[in-house]
């Protein structure tokens, strides 16, 4: 083709792209999605779509060496072809994103510290842009979570899916990663080549399994190697489950919008915050509280009013079970002329934003609306502390030792200032002296809550 006929072709071709190089490539027809890769032995996708992009994740992460580090591997996969792509969190670049073909791309988190963190619950976003559709900047946000599958064996174990970061005091960092196994056994062994878990009992057919984070890597690279549980069963038999332990993409989400503003961080929630607060003096697993990242959130607020609303005056219950030893105690040394009891102790919180400052006369009100059975409280006396050797339960005589209770009461409360309400009352008794005998101690420093109900007597 001479240069006149070059021309004329390029003329007649005004509907078309124009001769000469572009700098955007022609998006080919979209196909069909089924929903599968070959990229993994197992291709469970997750998809996201936002204007004209769709996004979607392979949800099984694979380990490679890249750079002489072994790197957590995610794929993702666009119906435009991208531009450019970048990993960040809040705040800090993170992970890196390649573009690995026209509209695929791949984030790579480094074993240690990022990989960590990530797996820990702390969202990662993906800047993905794209040369075509209308808009072409998009921001992703991905949630990446140990998981089980692949289960092989004895239907009597029972793996849970998920483990998930939790906080709890010990090591290096409070983080471990816990996962279930239920299973009505005697015993339960988790063996592994590499990265097996610290297993313990929680109930009769319940056993739970951590793992530190160096530990929780071994298990999970590779992704290939199955750990293996072995039970013996409450009836002497012996069986086995195998599972593998993966890195999954478990969450995601895309906005054209700001990333900050669309998904801000968290804080403190009330209800965790309170969990927290209302944990005994002592405490060093906080799962029950929350994720570690939402325990985290809360360990260190020092206002608490900066995380919920004021609140009137309530009795929130709290865990006192570490008192038994001094309750018992204390009950010792009855004999047929003279006899004392305490009941269970009681204890609660009061709300960590009040609206205005609790006072020892609405926490007795409280308690007595909770008790059909309390006296009247203007037959009581309100104290301090120095005014509790008015009451048999916290001095030392013959029924029982009271300042061996008192100390034990004081370092689960915290100790310092207390507002008391003490109460004697007697009762009928047949040729014998018996009486009722009460506490309430309110600590306002901890806005911990201590109730005591006990009795003495003696023959005539």
Sequence with gaps: MDFRTLGFTCFMALAAPACGPTTAPVEPPVEDTTGTTTAAATAERLYATEASLNLSF?????????????????????????????????????????????????????????????????????????????????????????????????????VEEA???????????????????????????????????????????????????????????????????????????????????????????????????????????????????????????????????????????????????????????IDASSLEPARLTWNTGSNNGAWHGLSPITAFRTPSCPASPPTIQGVVQKVAEQDQGFPEPSYGTYTNRAGLTQSILFTNNYYGDGTALLQAIDAYAGGGDIQAWLYTGSVSCHNCHEFDTRAILYYPATRKVVVLNGYYGYDS
């Excluded at 791309?105 to 480094?110: C, F, N, Q, T, Y």
């Excluded at 240690?112 to 800047?127: D, H, Q």
């Excluded at 915050?273 to 020092?302: H, I, L």
């Design 163 to 317: 483990v998930t970061p939790r906080y709890v005091v010990g090591g290096n960092e409070p983080l471990v990663y816990r996962g279930s196994v239920d299973v009505a056994a005697t015993s339960l062994s988790v063996t592994a080549p590499d990265g097996a878990p610290t297993v313990s009992r929680v109930d009769a057919d319940t056993f739970q399994i951590d793992w530190r984070y160096p530990a929780l890597h071994q298990a999970i690279d590779p992704h290939t190697t199955p750990l293996t549980f072995t039970a013996t069963l409450d009836n002497g038999t012996t069986v086995q489950k195998t599972g593998r332990l993966v890195a999954r993409v478990t969450s995601l989400a895309l906005t054209t919008g700001d990333a900050y503003d669309v998904w801000p961080t968290p804080n403190c929630q009330p209800a965790v915050y309170d969990c927290v607060q209302n944990k005994p003096a002592g405490t060093t697993d906080f799962a029950s509280c929350g994720t570690y990242r939402e325990v985290s959130r809360c360990m260190y607020v020092t206002n608490a009013c900066t995380v919920g609303q004021p609140q009137p005056l309530s009795l929130t219950s």
């Design 58 to 158: 392979e949800t099984l992460g694979t380990f490679e060496t890249r750079n002489g580090v072994r790197a957590l591997i995610l794929h993702a996969t666009a119906n435009r072809y991208l531009s450019h792509v970048f990993s960040y969190v809040p705040d800090d670049a993170f992970g890196e994103a390649n573009i690995i073909s026209e509209r695929r791309l791949e984030v790579v988190l480094p074993e240690g510290y990022e990989l960590n963190s990530v797996l820990s619950g702390l969202p990662l976003f993906v800047t993905v842009d794209t040369f075509t559709g209308t808009p072409t900047h998009y921001t992703a946000r991905i949630e990446v979570s140990p998981r089980f599958y692949d289960f092989r064996g004895s239907s009597s174990v029972w």
